[in-house]
């Protein structure tokens, strides 16, 4: 099992970044692949990046993709997100999750989420 903490949101206008930081407890971090998703008022949770156990291998969301970067250090049990260029549409409460199998971009995929963290990005 593993418990997941966000923390990094904020306020910011278009166009700025933001680090998103997701700890986690529990020694077997390491063996899970993380993903983030997020949250817009009206709509559903929708996937926006997954990164494998070891870190090497990574996938986005068509619409983050070239400006947000997950990264991870096991190490340290935490699991990133750096938001660069963003846009009022970015504007959600952002959601780390462990996968837990099946389709690597559903959240029915995974079984462990934290609280969530609020972007929001004003015009």
């Known amino acids: 099992q593993v418990q997941l903490v966000e923390s990094g949101g904020g306020l910011v206008q278009a166009g700025d970044s933001l680090s998103l930081s997701c700890a986690a407890s529990g020694r077997t971090f390491s063996s899970y692949v993380m993903g983030w998703f997020r949250q817009a008022p009206g709509k559903e949770r929708e996937f926006v990046a997954r990164i494998s156990w070891g870190g090497i291998n990574t996938y986005y969301a068509d619409s983050v993709k070239g400006r947000f970067t997950i990264s991870r250090d096991n190490a340290k049990n935490t699991v990133y997100l750096q938001l660069n260029s963003l846009k009022p549409e970015d504007t959600a409460v952002y959601y780390c999750?462990?996968?837990?199998?099946?389709?690597?971009?559903?959240?029915?995929?995974?079984?462990?989420w934290g609280q969530g963290t609020q972007v929001t990005v004003s015009s």
């Open positions: 999750a462990a996968f837990t199998g099946g389709s690597s971009v559903s959240t029915k995929s995974y079984g462990y």
